[in-house]
Nanobody, 121 residues
Framework: QVQLVESGGGLVQPGGSLRLSCAAS????????MGWYRQAPGKQRELVAA???????KYADSVKGRFTISRDNAKTTVYLQMNALKPEDTAVYYCNAGIYRSGNYYPDNYWGQGTQVTVSS
């Protein structure tokens, strides 16, 4: 049973914007915090942003001020608005459901299929 489905990736020029979407099943969306991870070729998967239903958020230092995570409760969808994109943002982006505790995000075993983001001129 597919529970997390990402969309919105693509090719964009440096300085451009993209918005990623992750549609979640209602049970997942209401019970878990939601996070976005990314993995570039040859690198480990890293947390980009996370959000709780209560409004707490966490961002990687590399994306602070450029990326914004948000949740639409009616649509059970989490978004990642990415502005001022840089070539180093190129990666496969994954949606995740996890636990947010004491300012830290801990991924659970719910992952989307991933969506490719390529930033290049």
């Amino acid at each position: 049973q597919v529970q997390l489905v990402e969309s919105g990736g693509g090719l964009v020029q440096p300085g451009g914007s993209l918005r990623l979407s992750c549609a979640a099943s209602r049970s997942i969306f209401t019970l878990y915090a939601m996070g976005w991870y990314r993995q570039a070729p040859g690198k480990q998967r890293e947390l980009v942003a996370a959000s709780t239903s209560g409004g707490s958020t966490k961002y990687a230092d590399s994306v602070k001020g450029r990326f914004t995570i948000s949740r639409d409760n009616a649509k059970t969808t989490v978004y990642l608005q990415m502005n001022a994109l840089k070539p180093e943002d190129t990666a496969v982006y994954y949606c995740n459901a996890g636990i947010y505790r004491s300012g830290n995000y801990y991924p659970d075993n719910y992952w989307g299929q991933g969506t490719q983001v390529t930033v290049s001129s």
